[in-house]
């Protein structure tokens, strides 16, 4: 059982920057690829980024291309998403979520992910 915590949400105006950080319990943090998943009020679950399990690689939805970083700190099993060029569209409760799926190819999808974190809010003032 891996669990997740997320923290670093809060209240920013529209061109601000957040930094979220996503603490996991497991030891064997390295064996799992990382995500961050994102919810507004009234939509379904939608895919923001998501590392591999060294790092090496990294996927984001178009939404966030450019604007948004996931990285990675494996000896401290944390992962990360620096956001910058926050918009007010940007505003949902963010997941991160750890896979053990062999494809990164479905990275992009929250069936490929076994552990779930409790979110957290991220309100962007325009």
């Known amino acids: 059982q891996v669990h997740l915590a997320e923290s670093g949400g809060g209240l920013v105006q529209a061109g601000g920057s957040l930094r979220l950080s996503c603490a996991a319990s497991?030891?064997?943090?390295?064996?799992?690829?990382m995500g961050w998943f994102r919810q507004a009020p009234g939509k379904g679950r939608e895919f923001v980024a998501a590392?591999?399990?060294?790092?090496?690689?990294?996927y984001y939805a178009d939404s966030v291309k450019g604007r948004f970083t996931i990285s990675r700190e494996n000896a401290k099993n944390t992962v990360y998403l620096q956001m910058n060029s926050l918009k007010p569209e940007d505003t949902a409760v963010y997941y991160c979520?750890?896979?053990?799926?062999?494809?990164?190819?479905?990275?992009?999808?929250?069936?490929?992910?076994?552990?779930w974190g409790q979110g957290t809010q991220v309100t962007v003032s325009s």
């Open positions: 590392v591999t399990r060294s790092g090496g690689s990294t």
């Open positions: 979520a750890a896979s053990n799926s062999p494809y990164n190819t479905r990275l992009y999808y929250t069936s490929a992910y076994a552990y």
């Open positions: 497991e030891r064997t943090f390295s064996n799992y690829a």
